[in-house]
């Protein structure tokens, strides 16, 4: 069973800088991406950052510039480098994986920026 354990959110003020990291385990085959989405209340869930097995990387545009997708193959691990955090940044943040052509999510992380 494909579970995923995210970890690195919390309270920072604006300008100030995270980051999350999210391990991917019981993966049986291989990954073939790996994002970030985060959902603001009252707000609908939108895409942060993904990056895919070749290395290539997507990012919103209220993201680019500031965040940074990496990922670990070899610790199936993806990370999100968040710098010059903003109030509105604030969310709770999602990974995701796609392994063939399931993907799976994990429970979230809070990220609350002040200003």
């Known amino acids: 069973q494909v579970q995923l354990v995210e970890s690195g959110g919390g309270l920072v003020q604006a300008g100030g800088s995270l980051r999350l990291s999210c391990a991917a385990s019981?993966?049986?085959?291989?990954?073939?991406?790996m994002g970030w989405y985060r959902q603001a209340p009252g707000k609908q869930r939108e895409l942060v950052a993904t990056?895919?097995?070749?290395?290539?990387?997507n990012y919103a545009d209220s993201v680019k510039g500031r965040f940074t997708i990496s990922r670990d193959n070899a610790k199936n691990t993806v990370y999100l480098q968040m710098n010059s955090l903003k109030p509105e940044d604030t969310a709770v943040y999602y990974c995701?994986?796609?392994?063939?052509?399931?993907?799976?999510w994990g429970q979230g992380t809070q990220v609350t920026v002040s200003s």
């Open positions: 995701m994986v796609v392994v063939t052509t399931l993907d799976y």
């Open positions: 990056i895919i097995a070749g290395g290539n990387t």
């Open positions: 019981g993966i049986r085959f291989g990954i073939n991406s």
